[in-house]
Structures are given as C-alpha cells and as structure tokens.
C-alpha cells in the first residue's frame, strides 16, 4: 500500500506543475492584497491595487494596473503571470498564453510557483517537516537520508515524503499529507489533531501551516510558522523558507526574502534557488 500511496505521490507531483499552469483562471483563488509598496523600487503596490480591483470586478482597470507595472518591469515574473491568470479570467487566451510563456522564459521556476494556484498547486515547493528534527528522534535509515544533490524544492520534497513513508511514528503525519493531496483537508486536520499530546508542538504548527498554504490562507500559515518559530523557540531552516514563501505570495516581497536569505544562509539548499527565482529582480 505504501509503495503504490508513494508511486501515485511521484505522478501528482509530475502533474501538479502542468495543471497549474493550464488551470482555468476561474478556478484559481487570486492572491491577497497586502506587503510592502515597494521592493528593489518595483511597483508592489500596484499588484495590490490589481488584486482589489479583481475582487471588485473591476478586471479592464485591473488589466491597465497590471500593464502600468509591466510597463515599469516589462519582464517582472509576478505581473505577468498574475495578469496571464486575469486574460485567462476575461477569456483572451492568447494573450495570456503569451504572458504565460513569457514568464516561463525569464524564470521558470518563479512562473511555476506563482501560476501554482490551483489546488495543491504549492504542494512540490513546500518543505515538510524539519529534517533535523526527525532524523534525530526517527532516526531515518541511511538508505533514506535526503541527498545533498535534492536542491530544487520539487526534489527536495519527494526525497521528504519517500523518508518517512516507513516511520510509524510519523504514520498519522503522513496520513495527514495524503488526505491533503487528496483534497480532503478536513480529514488531514483530523489526523494532525490525533498526534500525540506530547507531539513537538513547532512540527505540529509547522505542519497544520503547510495545510493553510496548500489552501491558500497565507496569512494564517505566516501566523502558524511565527508560533513555531517565536512561541515555541525553534530555528529549523524550512520554517523561514515556508514561511518566506507565505510572504511573498501576500506580496511582501521584504520579509519574504528576508526569509529566503536565511534559511539559505542555514544551508537549505531550495531556499537558496527560491531566492535567486523570486527575490533576485
């Protein structure tokens, strides 16, 4: 059972990127309105003010906002794919394919991650756990440590779920992530909430944040990654690096790479890759 959960895991992983990319615009949540106004002198305030007029319906003025940002960064990846997803929304296909394949050639790592709003769109980018953690009180098989060749986060994430597929003490963890990927969110709280009292509560925040971010409450995921970090006293490099990413999908792009740069700095290799692709303009 286990062996074919992982094998089915590897195909939504191979799959997640494409359906995030093709997904219809309607379908997919828009980002929220919120950071800082401007970072490296990019107009981050105007993707806030797009975002509010899309929640409005105001999407041609919504489209003129996008297009006086791009007019100012004509290559920056998080306009054009945010207003690849509104022609999509206005049905001018073509148009936003352009944006779209645009996006992928500047970087194309940045315009997976923010054209991965669809449902687990995240899910490939997301750390899991603290690996330090585990494997000091799991102690992973050797067959099973995470190898320092996994820098990209989708590898780096398939090389998490492999290594505790097997830990029986993680089992209701695991359990948790494939309800997840099955789309069935309750459930996966369910299960994080049958985790023992005594349970490490930073990896039990850790985890129920990575749930808020696959269901695009970013807030509430930044909040979750805070306790873990400033309630509860933990420094593993993969809650800023979640948490960076949390930040710069609420567009405060500032704090957001502020985290990058730390856990990179901590020696989390796809923190390092996440920096170059979204903070380094």
């Known amino acids: 059972m286990l062996r074919y959960l992982t094998l089915v895991l590897i195909f939504l992983l191979g799959t997640l990127a494409g359906y995030a990319l093709s997904a219809q615009a309607s379908d997919l949540p828009m980002l929220p309105a919120s950071g800082n106004t401007r970072y490296n002198n990019l107009p981050v305030a105007e993707l806030n003010l797009a975002h509010r007029q899309q929640r409005n319906g105001q999407f041609e003025q919504a489209l003129l906002t996008y297009n006086s940002a791009l007019a100012w960064q004509p290559n920056w990846v998080p306009a054009l794919a945010e207003r690849s997803a509104l022609l999509a929304r206005m049905g001018r296909d073509q148009e936003a394919n352009r944006d779209q394949q645009l996006a992928e050639r500047q970087n194309p790592t940045a315009a997976a991650f923010y054209l991965a709003k669809g449902r687990n769109g995240l899910m490939p980018f997301l750390a899991l756990y603290p690996q330090e953690w585990y494997a000091d009180h799991y102690g992973f098989p050797e067959e099973r440590q995470i190898s320092v060749e996994a820098t990209t986060p989708q590898a780096y994430f398939i090389e998490q779920y492999l290594s505790i597929m097997e830990g029986p003490d993680t089992a209701q963890a695991v359990l948790a992530l494939q309800q997840k990927v099955d789309q069935d969110v309750l459930a996966a709280k369910r299960s994080l909430e049958t985790l023992p009292r005594d349970y490490n509560p930073g990896v039990k925040n850790m985890l129920l944040a ?71 303009f």
Request: net charge negative; glycine share 8%.
């Open 210 to 280: 990575n749930l808020a971010m696959l269901n695009h409450d970013y807030r509430e995921a930044v909040q979750l990654y805070n306790d873990a970090q400033l309630k509860y006293g933990f420094n593993w490099p993969e809650l800023p690096y979640n948490r960076g990413l949390g930040q710069i999908l609420l567009h405060n792009y500032m704090n957001g790479c502020q985290d990058l740069a730390q856990s990179a700095k901590a020696g989390f290799a796809p923190a390092g890759v996440m920096y170059q692709s979204l903070c380094n």
